[in-house]
């Protein structure tokens, strides 16, 4: 660094050169070593030999890197965060008003909760589905009720996933499970279909592919002798009903934190949910 300083002063004046932050400058009165800590700038100083009052601007004439002077890195641009890749949330069921409200349709319902909660349209049909886009936060979900009737839900599932090329990981689905206490929720990275035909068709129509998450909704077992195929096409009482809207919420606080914070803090959340004290 080389600056040139002026001194100015009733008694005497000078230009001197500085370098490597030091000024040397000498008059007719006085001599003094001059510390250039900036480029440039200007004060006032009594000296205690002559009593002149002295002023000294200094200004930088050129600049040159020293191999004393540390390099001064430029900060370096932020990369850009990668877009969060999409989401595909299936709900099994039945369509049509004969189906509504049954315990073989609570996938569906699932859907609904997050629809209305996410502001998510379900108007249209695409890929055999009632099908809707939206956001979770800043992640893009896709939103699907097949409306093909359980045993072919896979002729729906495997379209959209191959048609945009979702990876299975992003791929869940929500159904009802007779083996789950009622309104108990489980969540599960993998698995097989266990006997449920929906869950079938869709491994069929994934080539056997079974790793992709799952939400298991308890729809509790048949009383008595009562035929299973039967007792999922049975509604709800008052009170199971109740419950099952507090478990569709708890489904859904399960839904955001899958999406935006990972597996793992979903499943923790879904095991410690609460049950509703009736």
């Not at 230009?15 to 440039?40: D, E, I, Q």
């Not at 893009?140 to 990876?167: C, D, H, R």
């Amino acid at each position: 660094m080389k600056l040139a300083c002026v001194i100015s002063s009733t008694a005497s004046s000078a230009t001197v050169l500085c370098r490597r932050g030091r000024c040397l400058f000498s008059s007719s009165s006085v001599a003094k070593t001059l510390n250039s800590s900036s480029y440039r700038r200007g004060w006032m100083s009594n000296t205690a030999a002559t009593g002149s009052l002295y002023q000294i601007s200094c200004s930088m004439i050129t600049s040159t890197s020293s191999p004393d002077t540390p390099a001064i890195s430029a900060p370096q641009p932020e990369k850009p965060k990668p877009k969060p890749q999409p989401w595909l949330i299936v709900g099994l069921g039945n369509p049509g008003k004969r189906y509504a409200g049954t315990r073989h349709n609570v996938g569906f319902e699932m859907i609904d909760t997050i629809a209305d909660a996410e502001g998510i349209s379900m108007g249209s049909v695409s890929f055999k589905a009632q099908f809707g886009k939206g956001f979770i936060g800043d992640v893009p979900i896709m939103l699907a009720k097949p409306q093909t009737f359980m045993n072919a839900s896979g002729e729906s599932v495997g379209a959209i996933v191959s048609y945009y090329k979702i990876p299975l990981k992003q791929v869940l689905v929500v159904f009802d499970d007779l083996d789950l206490p009622f309104a108990k929720l489980r969540l599960l990275p993998k698995g097989g279909h266990g006997g449920h035909n929906g869950m079938r068709s869709i491994m069929n129509h994934l080539k056997g592919n079974r790793d992709f998450p799952r939400l298991r909704i308890g729809i509790g077992r048949p009383p008595g002798k009562m035929d299973p195929a039967s007792f999922v096409l049975r509604t709800f009482n008052r009170q199971e009903r109740e419950e099952l809207d507090f478990t569709l919420q708890n489904g859904l606080e399960a839904m955001r934190i899958l999406v935006l914070e990972g597996f793992d803090k979903s499943a923790t959340f879904v095991n410690s949910s609460k049950h509703l004290t009736v």
